[in-house]
């Protein structure tokens, strides 16, 4: 048998694959049986006479989800295949009769026989196991969280039910807190937005939502998720080995799938607590076919205070809200096509009564209105070309924008300051990413592509109404980053690899001024020589480079492997923050003349080990890393509306390691994981000019280091309607800069510092408890749900920062605490 | 329905009252540093410089260094460089010299001063710039506006200044710092002093013309009188604060190129008096 597609070269997807395979001359040659014939215009997959490709989708029963991730096994062989994030899978083997075992956790196994004497095209779909739902209450990726199988370092994989069984602040399920409990992964205090992985700032985790970046993942400043438990499938955090299709970010990927909605039946589920109420509807538009979901949060805070006595509460809105939204059509039994989008803001409407004053002319009112909103939309076509040839191409916008405006009666504020104002900054992306896979037989597997994005960032516009104040706009800039890839998976009997090349090029793109600078002098505006106008279109500055992935594993047994990786990323473009947490209104930077690209060099090596029932997993990892051309900040950096931010930044360098421990255990009444981190993180800055350097030059401690994490979360299933969760973390304190002196100049008292962190805050420690009750009746559509607990259970006041002060020249110290108190709550969730 | 219209509200507001600031006790070592701290004035005036070591935090009077060797140097525009005083009396760590000059507009003026360890400081060159004069002034609501027209031609910083006095001397003064960078080249700018007395009596306002150097230097030490003065609020080490810095401006050590605390500074003053 010998398949054949002739290639109509004014189709777009033969054209681009075509087009990839030129990028990648070698991949052609190294595809066995595979051939790109130009002239015949004709691509020719053949396969040996005794192979023959099984291939499908993996979905649920119920509601046509596809499953990612679900593993079909050739029983009694050492060979099988998981599903890829659209719930597609092939698998090639010598003609027989097989059977194959279908398992996804929370699902009923199922075993297919299959006479593979031709290429077959077959769609399973399993069921869910009530019993086992009932029984198991941390749900993994497999029927363990063993480590032993996979070939990448440092993943993980959480599912939403798994986020939603954890304790929560004010009971709200949050993927970043659960993102949290990750060994590896830390963050500079509680409340602040966004987490550090190995040693990483928050800016080098590219988060996807459904591929779209999103660049600000917090609402509330920081306290809340921007991401609707109810609306995600799936989340991926890698950390370790990351593949050679994620790029643009230095340390971690965090990868998260939206559902699809069911393409059966129409269903919904939301949940009423005590900061949001969330509503998600899914269900067919055409059955089988088309499906869509819609999900939505808000939160209270603004609803209650028309409530207040207080004018000044009455009048004032804070509310944040999310919309997520999707829709999946299967066209035809090669093609599927996904649009799905995300909508979130942050508002904030504070209104001013102006007061009478003492001469009898009263203040003016004054209302400040600050709003800050990411936008994603996400167009995906599945294509699959041939039982071994899959294809997926995906158009991305993503924005992330904020405004703030003040208006008044007059252009004066109430205290005579600055008058009526709008400022308005916006970062967007837009990305085009055709991706691969080809799957040769089932030990090897290629997957290429290609990620452009187009990035414009605006960093401020500022019009003001009031006399004697310009109206600013800094200069728009924009880049392109070109990055074709391609990733090699084989499997031989114990050792498998995962092997990529990423190369990614990036240009600064004009129209732009950009000045250059005294080489003999700090760069301050003082030292600018000239300054160089580019025209549009014009590259500014280009860099580029490869980025080498590389994982190992061998198996000593069928419960015992090591691993090993290595991983080159590059980071074009910064955040640039000096605050402690970082503010919705931080900008983001991209390299050109005088800010280099981030380059991440990691090295990881792994052991994995399970019990012989695989009752327990246990893993234990060590890493290392170095960072070059990170962004540090001068003393006292200004960045405000500052149209020469280099001059506020300096260049430097870094490293961080750690070793990870790691315990699960997914089944029986009590479930749980436990992780232990110790690990160091430096940086140092490298300005040529030593009076510029923090801390004189010397190495000293990230904001976020903290040698030692510990994490436990568990879940005791106390009967058939009530469970028991509990998360414990033990944490050491984050580095600090205390005073180490004070002098006087004009009878006013003045500190002095020692060097930059070189004191720690006090060891932080919390404990959160939560209670479940659910009550499952079968034969009703509607099933509800309570929880209830008590986050920092014993009020534990963890220091987020200690500072001294001199008021009336009395040195005094102080704790400040984010939480300082028990924080009780309670939610009722539903599913019809 | 009072109870509920409370109870929701304390629920909605609750993260507010989650916060929590506490006193507490540091353990801390003291690192003595050198601090040098001065400006030359336009007109005709004398010149001071303060030279001291710095105390433990718990010490309530400056440990003064009275054996530094000073010099105050200028530059022209046609590069005659020249050393223009010497020659100080000393009390306290406060170094006043012995005779008044007056700056030239457009030179640059630097100081050195030598400990008796050997050690050496130099500051950078300060350009002494042209004044900018106060236009007008006004008092809203607890803020001075002062009119000023900023000049186009490159960016300007401003130390501005406002004391009040009554017959037995100073009774309040503060000042502010700012960049053009709202109202370069505006005809009708003006500078705000937030928070200033409340008072009729006199009053004196200064508009100094400085350096970028020194403009971050006030900027610094301003910040750091906000932390300083806060009593027991979250404001100065809370979520969005940042790391706390040194008062370094733009003096180095010449040995060891590790920059001092303090900072020499060139003003062209503009000065108003009620």
Redesign the interface.
């Known amino acids: 048998m010998k398949p054949q597609i002739m290639i109509k070269f004014n189709s777009f997807p033969y054209a681009l694959f075509f087009f990839i395979c030129m990028i990648f001359p070698t991949l052609g040659s190294s595809i066995n049986g595979f051939t790109v014939e130009s002239k015949m215009k004709r691509i020719d997959f053949q396969t040996t006479q005794q192979h023959f490709t099984v291939s499908g989708t993996i979905k649920d029963t119920a509601s046509g989800e596809t499953l990612l991730g679900a593993n079909l096994i050739v029983k009694g062989q050492r060979k099988g295949v998981s599903t890829n994030e659209y719930g597609f899978y092939s698998i090639t083997l010598p003609q027989n009769t097989y059977t194959f075992q279908v398992s996804y956790l929370g699902y009923v196994t199922q075993e297919i026989e299959v006479n593979l004497s031709e290429n077959k095209k077959i769609d399973i779909s399993l069921s869910v196991d009530t019993n086992q739902l009932d029984a198991v209450e941390i749900i993994v990726e497999s029927n363990s969280k063993s480590q032993v199988k996979s070939v990448l370092t440092g993943v993980s994989t959480l599912k939403a039910k798994e986020i939603k069984k954890l304790p929560a602040l004010?009971g709200e399920p949050d993927i970043t807190r659960v993102v949290l409990t990750q060994a590896g992964v830390s963050t500079i205090?509680e409340?602040?937005s966004g987490f550090n992985v190995r040693g990483g700032n928050i800016d080098q985790n590219l988060i996807l939502l459904d591929e779209a970046p999103i660049y600000n993942s917090s609402h509330?400043?920081?306290?809340f998720s921007i991401f609707n438990a109810d609306a995600i499938k799936k989340l991926t955090l890698y950390k370790g080995g990351i593949p050679a299709r994620f790029g643009g970010r230095a340390s971690s990927v965090l990868d998260i799938r939206q559902r699809e909605g069911s393409d059966k039946q129409f269903k919904g589920e939301g949940g009423i607590g005590?900061l949001f109420s969330r509503l998600t509807l899914e269900g067919p538009i055409k059955k089988d076919k088309l499906s869509f979901l819609v999900s939505g949060r808000r939160s209270?805070?603004?609803?209650?205070?028309p409530?207040?006595s207080d004018e000044e509460?009455k009048n004032n809105k804070i509310f944040f809200y999310d919309f997520n939204t999707k829709l999946s059509w299967t066209l035809n039994d090669n093609n599927k096509l996904f649009v799905s989008g995300y909508f979130g803001a942050d508002v904030m409407k504070l209104k001013y009564d102006g007061e009478e004053?003492s001469d009898g002319t009263k203040?003016q009112d004054e209302q400040i209105d600050f709003q800050w909103k990411n936008t994603t939309t996400t167009v995906r076509w599945n294509h699959i070309f041939s039982p071994k040839l899959f294809m997926n191409v995906s158009g991305i916008y993503s924005r992330y924008n904020y405004s703030l405006s003040s208006e008044n009666d007059s252009g004066?504020g109430?205290?005579?300051?600055s008058g009526s104002f709008l400022w308005k900054s916006s970062i967007e992306n837009f990305i085009f990413k055709p991706d691969f896979t080809f799957y040769k037989n089932s030990d090897t597997k290629i997957r290429f592509g290609l990620n452009s994005t187009l990035y414009k960032f605006s960093p401020a516009k500022?019009e003001?109404g009031e006399?004697?104040?310009?109206s600013?706009a800094l200069e728009v800039e924009k880049g392109l980053e070109i990055a074709p890839y391609v990733e090699y998976e084989k499997k031989w009997n114990q050792f498998s690899m995962n092997a990529g090349l990423r190369y990614s090029l990036f240009s600064n793109i004009g129209p732009q001024n950009v000045s250059t600078y005294d080489p003999n002098y700090p760069k301050?505006?003082?030292t600018i020589t000239e300054t160089t106008s580019y025209g549009s279109g014009d590259a500014t500055k280009s860099y580029s480079g490869f980025e080498p992935r590389l994982a190992l594993s061998y198996s000593i047994n069928d419960r015992k492997g090591v691993k090993l990786g290595f991983n080159r990323m590059y980071q074009y473009i910064h955040l640039i923050s000096?605050?402690?947490?970082a503010?919705p209104f931080d900008i983001w930077k991209p390299a050109g003349t005088h800010l280099k690209p981030l380059i991440v060099n990691q090295l990881s090596l792994g052991y994995a080990y399970d019990t012989e029932n695989r009752k327990y997993n246990f893993s234990v990892e060590g890493y290392f890393k170095t960072f070059e051309n990170i962004v540090e900040y001068k003393?006292?950096?200004?960045l405000?509306?500052?149209?020469n931010l280099e001059t506020q930044l300096l260049p430097a360098k870094g490293d961080s390691y750690g070793i990870e421990f790691g315990a699960y255990k997914t089944t029986g009444k009590l479930t749980g994981h436990f992780n232990y981190t110790y690990s160091a993180t430096r940086r140092k800055t490298t300005s040529s000019?030593?009076?510029?350097n923090i801390s004189?030059g010397d190495y000293y401690p990230s904001?976020f280091d903290r040698p030692h994490i510990l994490n436990l979360t568990s879940n005791y299933k106390l009967n058939k309607k009530w469970d028991l969760g509990l998360f414990f973390t033990y944490q050491t304190g984050r580095p600090t800069?205390?005073?180490?002196?004070?002098?006087?100049?004009d009878g006013?008292?003045?500190?002095?510092?020692?060097d930059?962190?070189k004191?720690r805050n006090p060891d932080t420690h919390r404990l959160d408890l939560s209670f479940n009750y659910a009550s499952h009746k079968p034969n009703k559509k509607w099933q509800g749900s309570w929880s209830f607990g008590v986050y920092n259970v014993y009020g534990r006041?963890n220091a987020?920062?200690?500072?001294?002060?001199?008021?009336k020249?009395q040195?005094?110290?102080?704790?400040?605490?984010?939480?300082?108190?028990q924080?009780p709550f309670i939610a009722y969730n539903f599913k019809f | 329905m009072n109870h509920l219209k409370n109870i929701c509200i304390a629920l909605c507001c609750s993260l507010v009252f989650f916060t929590c600031t506490e006193e507490t006790t540091l353990k801390t070592d003291y690192e003595p540093q050198i601090i040098i701290y001065g400006n030359l004035r336009s007109g005709t005036h004398g010149f001071g410089i303060f030279v001291a070591q710095t105390v433990p935090v718990d010490a309530y009077k400056n440990n003064p260094v009275n054996d530094a060797e000073i010099s105050l140097f200028t530059k022209s525009p046609d590069g005659d460089t020249s050393v223009v005083l010497d020659d100080f009396t000393i009390e306290e760590g406060y170094y006043e010299s012995k005779e008044q000059i007056t700056p030239v507009l457009g030179n640059y003026y630097w100081i050195e001063v030598t400990l008796k360890d050997g050690s050496v400081y130099k500051s950078t060159e300060e350009k002494l710039n042209p004044i900018v004069p106060i236009e007008s002034h006004s008092f809203i609501d607890y803020t001075l506006k002062l009119g000023i027209s900023d000049p186009e031609s490159e960016s300007n910083f401003y130390l501005s200044e406002v004391a009040f006095y009554d017959e037995f001397g100073t009774i309040f003064d503060t000042f502010s710092v700012t960049s053009d960078a709202l109202f370069n080249g505006n005809e009708d700018s003006f500078i705000e002093i937030i928070d200033v007395f409340d008072y009729d009596g006199s009053y004196s306002i200064e508009l100094s013309s400085v350096s970028y150097n020194t403009f971050k230097f006030y900027q610094k030490l301003l910040i750091q009188l906000d932390v300083n003065s806060a009593d027991d609020d979250a404001g100065s080490g809370g979520l969005f604060a940042t790391p706390p810095v040194n008062l370094k401006g733009n003096i180095v050590n010449t040995s060891n190129n590790k920059t001092a605390i303090g900072n020499f500074g060139v003003l062209a003053v503009s000065k108003y008096y009620e």
Request: hydrophobic residues 40%; neutral net charge.
């Open positions: 004010l205090g409340g602040a509330a400043w920081g306290f005590v209270y805070f603004d609803l209650f205070f409530l207040s509460v004053k203040e004066g109430p205290v005579g300051s500022v003001s006399k004697g104040v310009n600013i301050s505006i003082a000096n605050t402690f947490a503010l003393d006292g950096a200004d405000f509306l500052n149209e000019f030593q009076s510029e004189n904001n800069t205390y005073p180490t002196g004070k002098f006087y100049i006013t008292s003045y500190l002095t510092y020692s930059r962190n004191y006041k987020f920062s200690t500072y001294s002060t001199l008021n020249d040195f005094k110290a102080y704790k400040f605490s984010v939480i300082g108190s924080i």
